[in-house]
């Protein structure tokens, strides 16, 4: 087992080094940007698979805590001078509205079952929305606003630097997280919560720390969205944020954490090819299409995504027995 | 006697829990069969999992001597079997007629017929026949559960703890209209209530921790102060 | 005082389009516990059948039965494909038919183009009738008395026929149900399949109403339908009625008198209810 291990975090290694040397390889304007798109969209994925995947709820309104860190940060740069100080206290701002905004929704929400939660946090999220769309002096509603990023980041080269350490950052905080005791009560919650509860676990106490915790990582991504387009707008509070991260979380493997961050890098490469297709052919611009039939067929047949596909084909490949996850035996069972 | 019910090293997962772990059960046409055992030992899952509302996972049941256990929960009831649940299974907004109602599979005259029989047999629902199912009295409810299970023509009735929960005087009621039932049904009975179950019981099987272990004629039970005592814990 | 009606009427109107979408969504939750994120779906597929057919046969009742068609076959295919595999996981329910909601919008493209489509009323329900000060447009009016006749009809259905009662009891105890020799899934796939027919047919009477038809829209009213299928009660019928109806006078209120609060009045509106009566205000249950 311990070899098992030490042999993946050599693996997240070399993957890490060849991410950090990548820019300095290549020439491509391109596939920076692209990259740094990726991590961003990779930690807000993370953040939603601590919900999802090991704690089991469906949150429907994540936007609204990548939003939140977009505003803070957008604002923070244009109110006061665009330095890299001024960035770091907004991303803190951010990450404390985020764990305050987190807790008290937490506490509202978490004691609703599956689809009543999945409606508040709907309404929650909207109603941020309206007031990110009415609070005009402050956002400037849906036209939204561009300010100026600190000089630093005027190198692309320095921003992907960044965003890929607060992609692996937020990779080893979250790893950590749900290997300690308190992450092994969340999976015990997936699994079985009135077991749980019956063990004498406060669950609503779990809950609302993992939501604060996956609040404020998205936060994280939205201040760094804000940085990456040096503009915001309401489009950071919609509903296509959360359906982002959701597809990202369910293709890429639910409960797996490095499932999220290929689920971000699939689809967001997917979609810039894609994309550039549709000029020759229209039918590519219904990309999404394509990743919705995926995306139904991950949930029903390929529960763990794509790196559950990956870890099982290994453990084919050195002739193991496949260990069925117990989560996907047990939905295996229910469908 | 011909063996209506029969079920042979019946095994039963609720989840990932083992409940039934080799459960062998017969019941013979005409008598009444009741299964004892502890509280969590397994007799309504038995009753569920003849139902095929907890699918056994290997075993065999056969009915009539045709095996059922793969067949879904309406087929099992098609082919002739009625079921009163432990809470008897009332639709609580609906009245006593809807009750029944939904329990009809025609209007032929013979169901007209048996319906006319549960009314005599249960006059209290023919007096409450308005009046929603969640309204009534639990002997109430019990009697609605039997002539609901009764009117469909089943050959045996599998009769979930009828005395739970009821008043002396009424579980009085409740045995008697199950010697009526047995007259035109057979009869396979859950109870934890010992005096009713050896009122009322032909044949006894024992389950504990989801396995048979003694089955017989109710007399012997009722002499055996020992089997009682470990296996019932009374006596 | 004619400004008072009209803001009612317009209400009335809106909350009847919202009840067509909320009926299916109500009755599919408490028979099967299956909460449907897709029906939305079913809905713009209602609007844009109709809108096509009427483009194509200049017929508003062929119109009505291209749009009940279309919700047929694919409230078949859904329930079929998206619905039967996660009976009894809610979250996977979720997922699930949130995905194929993305699916069903984005077809909506492929089919009838990217572009929204202009939707006419017919000429015999188009223009108003004027009493007194008070003007009343005649497909308003129409809308709400179709709401009112569905919600007769499916009360009709539900109480005095087999099949309703069936339902009814289904919604109490499936097991008891299947216990008695019915045979659920099949009433389950019915009511799936008549649910969907209801959406389209909201979709369809939507199209004129609103003039244009969108493949975003499916979003926007499914989310409605939950609305007031969550502040009704999940799994009731009248509370839905209800609901639409105060959802609908509420958006066309605040909408004239605090415009800036009208998008944010719906969701005011459900999170008071869950948080305080999380079962919703006409519990089906319990």
Known sequence: MAKALSLHNGVYLIIALALIIFPFVTESRTWTILLTQIFIFAILAMSYDLLLGYTGIVSFGHAMFFGIGAYSTGIFLKSFEPTLLYFILSIACGMVLAAIVSFFVGILTLRLKSHYFAMLTLALSGLFLVAAEKWRTLTYGNDGFTFRAPEIFQDRLVFYLVALGCLLASFVFLKRFVSSPMGRVLISLRENESRTASLGFKTLHYKVIASVAAGVIASLAGSLYAISLRFVNTSVMTMDITLDALLMTIIGGVGTLIGPILGAGVIELAQHYLSGLARENPIFERWIILFGILYILAVIFFPRGIAGGIQSLYLKLRGKKVGVHRSLKKRVVKS | MANLLEMRNVHTYIGEYHILQGVDFTASAGQVSVLLGRNGAGKTTTLKTIMGLHPAKSGTILFEGKPIEKLSTHKIARSGLGYVPEDQGIFSTLTVEENIRVAMRDQSDATAKRINYVLELFPDLKKFWKKNGGNLSGGQKQMLSMARAFIQDSRLLLIDEPSKGLAPVVIGKVIEAIHELKKQSTIVLVEQNFRMASKVGDTFTLIDDGRTVHTGEMGYLIENEEMKRKYLGIG | ?286
Not at chain 3, 9 to 38: K, R, W
Not at chain 3, 151 to 173: E, M, Y
């Open chain 3, 1 to 286: 005082m004619e400004l008072l009606i009209n803001i009612f009427v317009n209400g009335l109107a809106t909350g009847m389009l919202i009840f067509l979408l909320a009926a299916g969504l109500t009755l599919i939750f408490g028979l099967m516990d299956v909460l449907n994120f897709a029906h939305g779906g079913l809905f713009v597929w209602g609007a844009f059948a109709a809108v096509w057919t009427y483009t194509a046969t200049d017929s508003f009742m062929l119109a009505i039965l291209g749009a009940l068609l279309t919700g047929v076959v694919l409230g078949f295919v859904t329930e079929k494909l998206i619905i039967a595999p996660v009976y009894g996981n809610h979250v996977q329910q979720i997922l699930i038919t949130l995905g194929f909601m993305l699916v069903l919008t984005e077809m909506i493209k492929v089919v009838f183009g990217p572009n929204q489509l202009a939707a006419g009323v017919p000429s015999y329900l188009a223009g108003s009738f004027e009493i007194g000060d008070v003007i009343l447009i005649k497909y308003r009016l129409f809308i709400i008395v179709t709401g009112f006749v569905v919600f007769a009809l499916i009360q009709f259905i539900l109480k005095r026929t087999k099949i309703g009662l069936i339902v009814r009891a289904g919604v109490l105890n499936k097991d008891m149900v299947q216990a008695l020799g019915i045979h659920i899934k099949k009433v389950f796939l019915y009511t799936f399949i008549a649910g969907a027919a209801l959406a389209a047919f909201g979709g369809a009477l939507m199209a004129p109403y609103s003039g244009v038809v969108y493949a975003e829209m499916g979003l926007e009213f499914g989310i409605l339908a939950f609305i007031v299928v969550v502040i009704g009660g999940m799994g009731s019928l009248p509370g839905s009625l209800f609901a639409a109806i105060l959802v609908g006078l509420a958006g066309s209120f605040m909408a004239y008198y605090v415009p800036d609060l009208s998008l944010a009045v719906n969701m005011i509106l459900m999170a008071i209810v869950l948080i305080f009566r999380p079962q919703g205000l006409f519990a089906a249950r319990g």
